[in-house]
Structures are given as C-alpha cells and as structure tokens.
C-alpha cells in the first residue's frame, strides 16, 4: 500500500506564512498567538535535556562545523548534529594515526549538545568508533544511520536505509553500541520502510527501544521515496504507541513554524528534526523557538542580513580548508541561501563557477537577489 500523504499540511496561500503559524496557534490553544504554549516543554535523550524540543539534522555534505556555528549565532536549537561519519572510514584513519575525519572538524571544542551520526553495519566497528567518539571528543549523543537512502550507503554498503530489511542486526549493532558507548545515550534514526510495500517502522521502532537506544527519529517517507512526495507525518504518529518510554521526534518536510507547530500538535511527538529547509535559513530554529515559547515570530533578516550571514559562512569555510577547496564548498550553501528569492537561477548559474574569493564575493554583489 502506497503510503497517504499527509493532509494537516494545507498552504492557506492567502496569508503569509507568519499569519497561518499565529492562526494555527490560536486555533489549537483558544488563546492570543503570543500566549505562553509551555506544553512544548524540552524532553530528555537518556539524561540528556533537550531544550528547546527542536533539532538540527544531520545532512551529509552540509551539517560541518560552519553551518553549525551560524545556526547557534541564531539560537533556537536544543540538540546539534554533525554530518554522518562512515565508521569503518574512521577505524581505519585511527588505526593508521590519521588526521580524523573532516566530518569532525569542530567536533572537540565547540559548545555541547552535540550529536556525532555514525553509520556502517558491522556492530563490533560501530561499538569500537562510538566508544572513541565518547572519550575522545566527549560528544552528548551518538546517532546511529539508518536512514540514509542513498544507494552509495544502501546497495554498495548494505548500510543505511538498508538495514531497516534486518531489524535482527540493527538490535545488535544498537545493543552493542549502547554498552560501548554507557553512560553516554545512543539514538536511531530511521525512515518508515525500504519501500511503499515494506513499510516496518512500527516494528523497527521496537527494536530500536529494546535493543537499548534512549531516542527514535523518524524520517516520514520510505527508501525508495529519497525525497519525493510528502512525508507521511500520519505514519509517525503511528509509532508513538509502539514505544514504552523513548521519546519520538519526527522529522521531514518541516519547513515553516507553522508546519513545526503542528507537528507538535497534530502528531504528538515530543521533538521536531529540521532538515534541508533550513540550510538557506539559519534562523528558521530560532523562528519555530519564539513560536513554541508563545512569543513574537521574528521577521526573517532582510536581504542584506541574509547576504551578510553567507558571506559569514563563506570565511568559516575557506578558513578551515582553504580559498580553493572552501569556495567549492560554499557554492551549493550559496544556492541554499539564495532558494526560493527572485533571480535564484541567475545567481545559480554565476556562483556555481566561482573558484576564489574575489570571485564568490564579486557574484554575490552583483547576482544575489535584492
């Protein structure tokens, strides 16, 4: 059965969307927008609190150490996470006293909470680079991948999305990393199923909590769906009867304080994970915060602030790996930013072939919207 979409969705294009999240609130409650919602209270990974209840995706090529440090200069998120870490990769580059991964750049100094997303589907290297992660880097969560769709992770790999087949060694790679990695807690992020016909989160997510791990994410769209569609937020509500004391966080398509309030109110979890809507959107953390707090939804920058906090990115990037190397990077950030805005293909067109820093802030003058 093809998975429904989900319906509380609804655009009500004819008010911005600011309007809809304040309406949406009033709705819900019975009371002025700016009333204190304190229903959306932090919830606990382990003994960890997480406040507020709003996390920040981990996203392969995006989540490093310069995203991370402009989302916190926004404030609004009560649990980071870094880019996904192939486990094996990291065993080796330890074993071989290499320079650790560049999906770690930060990871030891920056301000905690902070999550480290490994993957890979052998438990005895899972157990062993968790460990690691804890004494060496001190990290608040370590998140185990099982989500990834990508068929790198999933055919070639047999990670990822793919393990969601095999519920048997995800309860044994949990387990033992729960034991490896004590008292610090361990969490699974999951999507519904490997395909429309194989939708098993509900019995994934008991194994998840049995084998020991103190939290469950769910992505609402299955493997084969990547990112198409609408994420099934029904099928996530689903899951919360199936665990006895994790929390559920839920994740997919939040991309509006609007659609984070209902993912509260609707869906019953007790966190929300923003993803890709917030790559060009820092602030949208710190928007969804003063909505669940009950206070005033601050306007997104302007123009020029949202110019100026690229630019901001852009010299954390070319900081850590270089002129040449960081403006490569900064190009598919820069479309991010520039997403949705009118002229965001001419700008993508020009930024995408920039090569140095006189380049990069040449294009951003001249073609980034205004």
């Known amino acids: 059965m093809v998975p429904h979409a989900s319906a509380p969705y609804s655009s009500g294009a004819s008010k911005s969307w600011k309007t809809r999240a304040e309406d949406a609130t009033a709705q819900h409650t019975g009371t002025p927008p700016n009333a204190c919602m304190n229903e959306f209270g932090p919830f606990k990974i382990g003994s960890l609190e997480v406040d507020p209840p709003i996390l920040q995706a981990p996203m392969a090529g995006f989540t490093n150490f310069a995203y991370r440090q402009i989302v916190r200069e926004y404030g609004g998120v009560g649990l980071q996470a870094t880019e996904m870490v192939h486990a094996s990769g990291f065993a080796w580059m ?35 680079v968790g460990r690691k992660l804890v004494e060496e880097y001190q990290v608040s969560v370590v998140d185990i991948n099982f989500g990834c769709p ?34 610090t807690p361990v969490t699974a992020k999951i999507r519904l199923g490997c395909t429309c016909d194989q939708i098993n989160a509900c019995q994934v997510a008991r194994v998840v909590e049995e084998a020991g791990a103190a939290a469950l994410t769910v992505h609402g769209r299955t493997a084969d769906q990547y990112f198409k569609g609408q994420a099934d937020w029904n099928r996530i509500a689903e899951i919360k009867s199936h665990l006895i004391s994790i929390p559920l ?13 209902q993912a509260f109110r609707t869906y019953n979890v007790d966190g929300v994970m923003v993803a890709r809507a917030a790559l060009g959107r820092p602030w949208l953390f710190s928007q969804i915060h003063a909505a669940l707090k ?39 950030y820069a479309c991010c930013y520039a997403q949705g805005k009118s002229g965001a293909r001419e700008f993508r067109t020009y930024v995408s072939k920039a090569e140095d820093r006189r380049d990069f802030f040449r294009i951003v003058e001249t073609y980034f919207p205004s």
Not at 299 to 328: I, S
Request: proline share 7%.
């Open 94 to 128: 330890d074993q071989q006293r290499a320079e650790h991964p560049d999906r770690l750049w930060g990871v030891r100094d920056e301000p905690r909470p902070l999550a480290v997303q490994i993957w890979d589907n052998d438990p005895e290297i899972m157990a062993r």
């Open 150 to 183: 990508v068929k790198q992770i999933t055919q070639r790999a047999h990670s990822g999305s793919y393990l969601l087949k095999d519920p048997a060694r995800m309860f044994s790679i949990i387990s033992r990393l729960v034991k490896a990695c004590h008292p």
């Open 249 to 261: 966080i839920g994740n997919g398509d939040v991309d509006s304080v609007e659609k984070a309030l």
């Open 294 to 332: 009950g206070d005033t939804i601050p306007d997104d920058p302007c123009l020029n602030q949202q110019r100026t906090c690229m630019l901001r990115h852009y010299d954390l990037v070319v900081e850590r790996f270089g002129v040449a190397k960081g403006t490569h990077l900064m190009r598919k």
